[in-house]
């Protein structure tokens, strides 16, 4: 009895942790994505580019500032900018 008990406690609090390493992996993982897409030959058109930028700044000023939702928000509208701007030209 005092195993399943034990057992089921230590599961219970790895299932609420794991979501806050999740937030902070998915934050560092479109960080990284967003920076080895500046890094590549990576043309966008005048709107386009300025929002990017913006959003970039945000998400990484969003990062140093530890707000996990606001960095994954400002970093996914980045990448949503860039799959944008690919579907656009092909």
Same mark, same amino acid.
């Given at each position: 009895? *005092?195993?399943?008990?034990?057992s089921g406690l230590i599961v219970a !609090? &790895?299932?609420? $942790? !794991?979501?806050?390493? &999740? &937030?902070? #992996?998915?934050?560092?993982? =479109?960080?990284?994505?967003?920076? #080895?897409a500046k890094t590549t030959s990576m043309?966008? +058109?005048?709107? $386009? *580019? !300025?929002?990017? @930028?913006? /959003?970039? *700044?945000? $998400?990484? /000023?969003?990062? /140093?500032? =530890?707000?996990?939702?606001?960095?994954?928000?400002? !970093?996914? @509208? $980045?990448?949503?900018?860039?799959? @944008? &701007? =690919?579907?656009?030209? +092909?």
């Amino acid at each position: 009895m *005092k195993r399943t008990y034990l057992s089921g406690l230590i599961v219970a !609090s &790895a299932l609420v $942790a !794991s979501p806050v390493f &999740a &937030a902070e #992996d998915l934050c560092d993982v =479109n960080i990284q994505k967003i920076e #080895d897409a500046k890094t590549t030959s990576m043309t966008l +058109g005048d709107p $386009a *580019k !300025s929002q990017f @930028d913006d /959003a970039y *700044k945000e $998400a990484t /000023a969003a990062k /140093a500032a =530890n707000d996990e939702k606001k960095c994954i928000a400002r !970093s996914t @509208d $980045a990448l949503q900018i860039l799959m @944008d &701007a =690919n579907k656009s030209k +092909g």
